[in-house]
């Protein structure tokens, strides 16, 4: 049983196509996220989600819209692809609480092209 | 801005000790500690509150100084299976929703 599932792994596209990223989670978790993770390997926010509702956006550009259909869906899309896009994408939940740790998907290579 | 963690690298024989160090200029509610191993998502070790715990099990443990925003994480006798890079995690107060990760430090084990 994968805790969290993002799908896909890997995805190679040309600069300024539009792709989604989908998020699923099974463990009751009311918050979900996505960070991305440069080539630097640095792990950065882009958005958090509890219940359903956006609690941080940390200044990402509007071409990535997250939307969460419900509590256990996280999905990202992102328009018009940039070159700079190229990273890994990290979907991950947790509890609502300062003890709760981090569960994260696999990740999406994403290759702008 | 995120926590700066020192150092950025560093390699180990198998059974060395290692210090990881995670310093904020927020003030902290709590400290996570996460290994991502090549290739593979990060991967939960261990939470800290405020308070100035220690914790740990097995032989890697953790602390945590409040007043100095500061964790730091220990690695004793280290195993070959240690080898990833370790993020610090911090929660200012009052954001519980925000998760912000360290610079990492990469860390490499042989024999």
């Known amino acids: 049983d994968t805790a969290v599932s993002q799908t896909p792994k890997y995805l190679v596209t040309q600069m300024g196509n539009d792709k989604s990223i989908k998020c699923e989670q099974n463990?009751?978790?009311?918050?979900m996220y996505w960070y991305k993770q440069d080539s630097k390997k640095f792990l950065k926010i882009m958005f958090s989600y509890n219940n359903k509702e956006l609690i941080i956006n940390e200044t990402v550009p509007n071409r990535f819209s997250p939307k969460s259909p419900d509590k256990a869906h996280l999905n990202l899309h992102i328009n018009s692809l940039e070159l700079g896009d190229s990273a890994v994408y990290f979907c991950?939940?947790?509890?609502?609480?300062?003890?709760?740790?981090?569960?994260f998907g696999n990740g999406t290579r994403l290759t702008v092209t | 801005q995120q926590p700066v963690q020192s150092p950025q690298a560093v390699i180990l024989r198998e059974g060395e000790d290692a210090v990881i160090n995670c310093s904020s200029s927020k003030a902290l509610y709590s400290v996570h500690w996460y290994r991502q191993k090549h290739g593979e998502a990060p991967v939960f070790l261990m939470i800290?509150?405020?308070?100035?715990e220690q914790k740990g099990h097995d032989k890697i443990s953790a602390s945590f100084n409040e007043k100095k925003q500061q964790s730091s994480l220990y690695l004793t006798a280290s195993q070959l299976s240690y080898s990833g890079t370790y993020f610090c995690?911090?929660?200012?107060?009052?954001?519980?929703?925000?998760?912000?990760f360290g610079t990492g430090t990469r860390l490499q084990v042989t024999l």
């Open positions: 995690g911090t929660h200012n107060t009052g954001t519980a929703s925000k998760l912000t």
């Open positions: 991950a939940s947790s509890g609502l609480s300062y003890n709760s740790p981090l569960h």
């Open positions: 463990l009751g978790h009311d918050t």
């Open positions: 800290l509150l405020k308070g100035g």
